[in-house]
Structures are given as structure tokens and as C-alpha cells.
């Protein structure tokens, strides 16, 4: 059984930065899609970007496009985040997932579509 593991997240004044990275053990990323959610007290979690297997496509949910990035080397299994211009409003536990279908869509920005979840970590920015 693959287990995801977030690491990365902290505290950080607003306008910094953070990179976010997600590795698995059990098992492979190599294969699988994996995307970012981020989940903050009394709101729903939302996926806020996609990578495919091979890094050739990521997308973003308009809070994070032109400040969050996602990367993969998948030679050291790793999917990172890369998040930019950080706000009060990013605070939240960030999680990693990834499910073994390549198919796209917005679907996919519903948590139930993926089945594999790391425990998330949490990012805390100050004002």
C-alpha cells in the first residue's frame, strides 16, 4: 500500500516562500498523477494543482496560478510545491494525493477521486 508524506510546510511571513514535497513509501509516484490540496479551519479542502506522470502537465486552481508550481523528480520519487508570494489566506494543512489513472478533467478536483493521501502539513503565514 502506498503512503504519502508531506514535507516542507512552517511558518513564513507574507510574501515569502515555501517548498512543499510529497514522497511515498510502499510503492511508486512514478506511475501516478498527484495533486495538491490545501485545507483551512471550517472550509472545504481544495485542489489547488495537478501534475501528470511525467511533469509535462500541471494545472492550477486561480488561487494558485502565478505563484504556486509543481515539479517532479521522479528518479528520487518526489513531487514538490513551490509556492510564491505567500498570504495570510494560504494558511492552511497542505496535502499531497495521487491516483494511478492519467485521465484529466475537472474531476479531479474533487477529493474523492483520489485514493492515495498523505497526513498533510501544515503552513502558517504571518501577517
Known amino acids: 500500500q502506498v503512503q504519502l508524506a508531506e514535507s516542507g510546510g512552517g511558518l513564513v511571513q507574507a510574501g515569502g516562500s515555501l517548498k512543499l514535497s510529497c514522497t511515498a513509501s510502499?510503492?511508486?509516484?512514478?506511475?501516478?498523477?498527484v495533486a495538491w490540496f490545501r485545507q483551512s479551519s471550517g472550509k472545504e479542502r481544495e485542489c489547488i494543482g495537478v501534475?501528470?506522470?511525467?511533469?509535462?502537465?500541471?494545472t492550477f486552481a486561480d488561487s494558485g496560478k502565478g505563484r504556486f508550481t509543481t515539479s517532479r523528480d521522479n528518479a528520487e520519487n518526489t513531487v514538490y510545491l513551490q509556492m510564491n508570494s505567500l498570504t495570510p489566506e494560504d494558511a492552511a494543512v497542505y496535502y499531497c494525493?495521487?491516483?494511478?489513472?492519467?485521465?484529466?478533467?475537472?474531476?479531479?478536483?474533487?477529493?474523492?477521486?483520489?485514493?492515495?493521501w498523505g497526513p498533510g502539513t501544515q503552513v502558517t503565514v504571518s501577517s
Open positions: 501534475i501528470n506522470q511525467t511533469g509535462s502537465f500541471t
Open positions: 510502499g510503492g511508486t509516484l512514478r506511475s501516478r498523477m
Open positions: 494525493a495521487a491516483r494511478d489513472s492519467n485521465v484529466v478533467g475537472s474531476f479531479l478536483r474533487r477529493p474523492s477521486n483520489w485514493g492515495y
